[in-house]
C-alpha cells in the first residue's frame, strides 16, 4: 500500500497530563515503522485521557480521513476507566475476535494476567481499529501477531483477500 495512513491514540488520564511519559504508542510507531521499512506511511500519535467521547471523536475523525488502521493503546482492562473495547465495539461495523482471541490464548498460557486483556479487532468502513494493553510488554506481543495479519486484512477490505 501506498502512503499508509495510520493512527495511534494511547488512552491514559496520567500520560494526557503530563504525569508521565506515553511509551506504549511510539513503541507501536516503532513496530509500524519497521514492518513497512521502504514504503511510505503517516503514523501520528494522540494521547488523550480515559474518555469515551474523546475516543468517539478520534475514531469518528480518523475512519473520515480514511485512516488505513487505528490502534489504541490503554483501557482494555477491566478498571473503571477502562473504556477502550467497550467504545470501539459500538462503533464498529464488524468484530475480528480470532486474532485477540490467538494472542489471549497464546501468552495466557505463560501469563495467565493475559487472559484478562478484554482487547478487541474491528473494521469500521474500510478502517481496521485494534485495541491494546497500555503497557510496552503487551504492546511488543500483540504487535507481533497483528502485523502477521494486517497486509491480508487490507486485502480482504478491498474485496482481494480469500
Known amino acids: 500500500m501506498d502512503n499508509l495512513k495510520i493512527r ?3 488512552l491514559s488520564d496520567s500520560a494526557s497530563k503530563g ?7 511510539p513503541e507501536i510507531r516503532e513496530f509500524l515503522l519497521k514492518h513497512y521499512e521502504g514504503k511510505s506511511t503517516d503514523i501520528s500519535i ?14 469518528k475523525k480518523y475512519t473520515d480521513e480514511e485512516a488505513e ?43 495467565p494476567n493475559a487472559l484478562l486483556s478484554r482487547s478487541v ?3 469500521k468502513e474500510n478502517t481496521l481499529i485494534y485495541t491494546l494493553p497500555g503497557s510496552v510488554k503487551a504492546v511488543r506481543e500483540y504487535m507481533v501477531e497483528i502485523l502477521k495479519t ?4 487490507f486485502k480482504m477490505l478491498k474485496g482481494e483477500g480469500h
Not at 494486517?150 to 486484512?153: E, I, S
Open 69 to 111: 488502521v487505528i490502534i489504541t493503546t490503554g483501557g482494555t482492562g477491566i478498571g473503571p476507566r477502562d473504556i477502550t473495547p467497550d467504545v470501539v465495539t459500538g462503533f464498529a461495523d464488524k468484530l475480528i475476535p480470532g486474532i485477540m482471541d490467538h494472542i489471549r490464548v497464546k501468552y495466557g498460557e505463560n501469563i
Open 121 to 123: 479487532a474491528a473494521v
Open 19 to 25: 504525569i508521565y511519559e506515553d511509551k506504549s504508542g
Open 46 to 59: 494522540n494521547v488523550i485521557p480515559d474518555e469515551k467521547e474523546d475516543l468517539l471523536n478520534l475514531l
Open 150 to 153: 494486517m497486509d491480508h486484512l
Open 8 to 10: 495511534i491514540i494511547t
